[in-house]
């Protein structure tokens, strides 16, 4: 295992999703701008900066191969889904904020977003990349920010505790000991 070559997207990366064809998104945010930058893995190289317009702090990002969605979330309570092909925004809708994760089940059509800052776990259907809509919010608690989901069941395992003060020098929550566990949300 070693490093073969180094892609520079500048800005702060978050998360990334390969699209199974030789292309990678990445979130990027710096403070000033924020963008999906896609990457050609074999060609080394940057294709595209796709900007995310009143997105706040991109941060979990995933990939609808069937439609060939992007499907980002930012820190401010907004989704956006963008086309991977031509970078245009088809759709941004509110979730809850503070989400760190976005979880994508491929056979339900489901997008849950969990939103550790509200407790909330936002749950969009995509019919097609012009029916894309909220049907659910639940409450879950307040820190349930990642998450995945079992294709099988459609089950979604959220990690969780009870959160405290921060202990210096970290700025982030601390968690009270014993509290952690998974949540878990069940489909109809």
């Not at 941060?59 to 401010?76: E, F, K, R």
Request: proline share 7%.
């Amino acid at each position: 295992m070693r490093v073969v070559d180094t892609i520079t997207v500048g800005g702060n990366p978050e998360f990334a999703a390969a699209d199974g064809n030789g292309s990678v998104y990445i979130n990027v945010n710096d403070g000033k701008v924020n963008e999906i930058v896609a990457a050609d893995i074999a060609a080394k190289h940057i294709v595209r900066r796709i900007p995310l317009a009143g997105c706040e702090d991109p941060t979990g990002l995933a990939y609808d191969h069937d439609d060939q969605l992007l499907i980002s979330v930012c820190a401010n309570g907004l989704a956006k889904f963008v086309r991977a092909d031509s970078g245009k925004e088809v759709a941004s809708l509110s979730v809850g904020k503070g989400a760190d994760a976005v979880i994508f089940d491929p056979r339900r059509r489901l997008v849950f977003i969990p939103g550790g800052a509200d407790g909330t776990l936002t749950v969009i259907s995509i019919r097609n990349p012009r029916k894309i809509a909220v049907v659910q919010n639940l409450v879950t608690q307040k820190g349930a920010r990642l998450g995945s989901v079992d294709i099988n069941t459609g089950r979604v395992y959220l990690p969780t505790a009870t959160l405290a003060a921060p202990v210096p020098p970290s700025p982030y929550p601390s968690v009270v000991p014993g509290t952690f566990k998974i949540l878990v949300v069940a489909p109809n």
